[in-house]
Nanobody
């Protein structure tokens, strides 16, 4: 129902764009989000965007990452700039009524930042 793409490898300071499209039986979407997996811990919210345009960002990515949506197409994009090695992990798109408990998850996409 959610299909993510755009992961890859980049050097520190580089940029990547992640994209995610919702299709099929996806209902009651108020927020579309990006999470990432912290090794040994639960997934953490990276960014969320509400239908009306409001956004939430993790402190660690503020000023570097930008989330955007196309509500008509049910797509969400995460532009990641100034990437650092600590950003290396698997990123997941999600969607649902509330950002802190998404109803739908996409498959993960690997982001690797390394020199």
């Amino acid at each position: 129902q959610l299909q993510a793409s755009g992961g890859g490898s980049v050097q520190p300071g580089g940029s990547l764009t992640l994209s995610c499209a919702a299709s099929g039986s996806v209902w009651n979407i108020n927020t579309m989000n990006w999470y990432r997996q912290i090794p040994g811990k639960s997934r953490e919210l990276v960014a969320a965007m509400f239908n009306e345009g409001g956004t939430i960002y993790a402190d660690s990515v503020k000023g570097r990452f930008t989330i955007s949506r196309d509500n008509a197409k049910n797509t969400v994009t995460l532009q990641m700039n100034s990437l650092q090695p600590d950003d290396t992990t698997v990123y997941y798109c999600s969607a649902g009524v509330v950002y802190y408990s998404p109803d739908y998850w996409g498959q993960g996409t690997q982001v690797t930042v390394s020199s």
